[in-house]
């Protein structure tokens, strides 16, 4: 990632937050909030030291990674719990879902690929389509390193849909470690990612 002239633009919203990105002309996604230093680096050690005592299982075929699901929030983990209470009391949403996801370095890029064949997939499944103003939202925590995530915006809602509304609705989004990335609205529904990259 040393060879990206990284760009910072503002995400738009009340909060002027902004963003770290690789195309500095990217239309902003709409339904993209940011929340700088979320947990502390006291909570991410403890997350880490906590997840050495669950059980893992492999997930994925091209990006194979271990990964920790809690469907049932009740009896989570007291460093899962905490980090959860938190974003309820900070975002007003609860979670139906948790998972911790755990990349080795063999499944991540050394370099950032933006080409619009790169392979991405929707958060959401292709059967629900967008309506605005509903609940749905995706969050994102990096805890141990800042990553890169390659976005892009196909024009027609299909996981082989090559074609893109423009050369700026494609960009990587560092997503930077102990902040937060809450996808809602345009952004969860019409937009494609990938875990790319470790930060610089």
Not at 24 to 30: E, I, R
Not at 136 to 141: D, G, N, S, T, V
Request: with cysteine; proline share 4%.
């Amino acid at each position: 990632t040393t060879s990206i002239d990284w760009k910072t633009i503002s995400l738009g919203d009340e909060t002027d937050n902004s963003i770290t990105v690789s195309n500095g002309a990217l239309v902003v996604p709409k339904g993209l909030r940011k929340i700088d230093n979320f947990i502390t680096e006291e909570d991410a050690s403890d997350l880490l030291l906590g997840f050495d005592r669950q059980l893992f299982t492999w997930e994925g075929f091209e990006q194979r990674r271990r990964v920790l699901r809690f469907k049932d929030l009740n009896g989570l983990p007291r460093e899962i719990e905490n980090v959860v209470q938190k974003f309820i009391q900070r975002t007003g949403r609860k979670p139906t879902e948790v998972a911790v996801e755990e990349y080795p370095k063999n499944q991540l890029h050394k370099l950032l690929n933006t080409d619009k064949s790169t392979v991405s997939t929707f958060e959401t499944s292709t059967k629900f389509k967008y309506q605005e103003n509903n609940d749905y939202f995706m969050a994102i925590l990096p805890i141990h390193a800042s990553v890169v995530q390659y976005i892009n915006r196909p024009k027609i809602r299909k996981p082989d849909c090559w074609d893109l509304y423009s050369e700026n609705h494609r960009s990587g989004i560092l997503l930077e470690k102990k902040c937060l990335y809450v996808k809602t609205d345009e952004f969860l529904f019409e937009w494609r990612s990938r875990m790319s990259t470790l930060g610089p």
